[in-house]
Structure formats: C-alpha cells, structure tokens
C-alpha cells in the first residue's frame, strides 16, 4: 500500500520511487550502520518512529533489539499490522501527527530516521518523543537534511526529490538541529555532518560495489571544510 507520504515523494519530477532507499546497496550500508550504532547502545525498548518500509525495524530487530514499529498516514486504516516488504515487523498506523499512543516513559530510546525534517510541528513532536522517553532515555536522529548540501542543490535542478519539496519540510544546521533538540529537554551527546556522496544508488553496478562506496562515502564525510556540504545532520540525545 503507498501511503500519503509516500505518494508525495513520487511527485518529484523524475519518479525514481518512492522505495529507493530500500532498493539501493549503498544506502541500506547506512542503515545498517546505524542500526549497529544503535544496538551498541544496548538501548532496551526502541521506537522507530516514523518506520516506512521496516528497514530499521527489521535491521534492529535482527540485532536483538526490542523495537516497536509506527507509521503515521493521514488515510491510513489505523491499528496494527504486519509490513509488506518486511512481514515479520508488525506496525501501528495512526492518523494521528502529533500524539503518539503510549504511556509516559514507555521507551529506552526512540529512532527518528529521515522522519523529523517532515513532521508538521517539531516543536510538539520533540516534546511527545521526549514524553515517551524514559529520564536518561536516548533520540537518535538520522537524515535530518543539511541546508549547505551540494546534493540537495543538484537535485533540485535535475527534477529529482528534495528537501524543501514536501509541504512542511525543514532544512538544517548542526547550530539549528541542536538547538531545536535542546529546547525540547533533551542533552545533545553528538552532533555531526554525514553523507557526502549519492547513496539512493539502484543501478546494478552499484549493488556489487556499495562497500566501497559506502567507506568512501564515510572517509569524505570526515573531511574538515568538504563535510560542509554533506547530505545529512546526525544527532544523539538524552533525555533530562
């Protein structure tokens, strides 16, 4: 089923899909970075908020982790149900932007990935994630869209998808994603710029070759002066 948000992803000019991400190498390289990154942390019970397909849900659930998958669509059927693409993720759908249906301090950690820079209110939703969380619990965001990236101006000029397309989309900072985290009770434990080259890759020459493009991906991204023109902000927080 395509979902709303989706939908409005495939209105870009050239339709690469609104599944690239999951059909690229490289890119699931990132996810299953992070994924990692996160299951280290031995965190406890996750929410991945804002799930999409299940990548990060099925990558963590793989690691051991304890995830709970939500997906928010506006013409969604809403209650809970397995994910086509990974059919062992069972998500709650819900209509609802903002209020997220569980009880105070339900979460060890919470996963927003390529999910806040979308939102309609960050400022309401950072304080529902933080409602969530139990005190000391960790925000992990990923792909929050850098304002200063190269990528995101090429692919406003080619007619791909960009940031800056979709009706309430927020382009970032690492000044400005700290400072909206930090407004909303939470320590900022990290903060970096990431993604230097093109990872929605689903040419079949890129498949055999997304390790080296993912470690040259990383190795650029840690470049001083080059990595302000990254793709992404990166943040970890913790809940006071």
Known sequence: M???????ERSAPRDRGADVHVRSGP????????ADRIAADRPGRV???????????HL???????VTALEHDPEAVEGTRPLERYPEIVATFTREPI???YEDGTFDAVLSMGVLEHVQFPERSLDELHRVLRPGGRLYVYKLP??????????RRAGLFYHGQLPFDVLYTRRSAR????????????????????LGITASWAQPSAGAVWAANRAL?????????ATNVELVATRR
């Open 179 to 198: 400072e909206l985290v930090e407004r909303h009770g939470f320590v900022v434990d990290e903060v970096r710029l990431a993604n230097m080259l093109p």
């Open 60 to 66: 963590l659930k793989a690691r051991g982790v304890d």
């Open 221 to 229: 991204a840690r470049v001083p002066g080059l990595n302000l023109l």
């Open 146 to 155: 850098n304002r200063r990236s190269y990528l995101e101006w090429i692919a």
């Open 99 to 101: 209020a997220l249906p």
């Open 47 to 57: 929410l991945d908020w804002g799930c999409g397909f299940g990548q990060m849900s």
């Open 27 to 34: 890119q699931m390289r990132e996810y299953a970075a992070a």
């Open 2 to 8: 395509t979902t709303a948000k989706q939908a409005l």
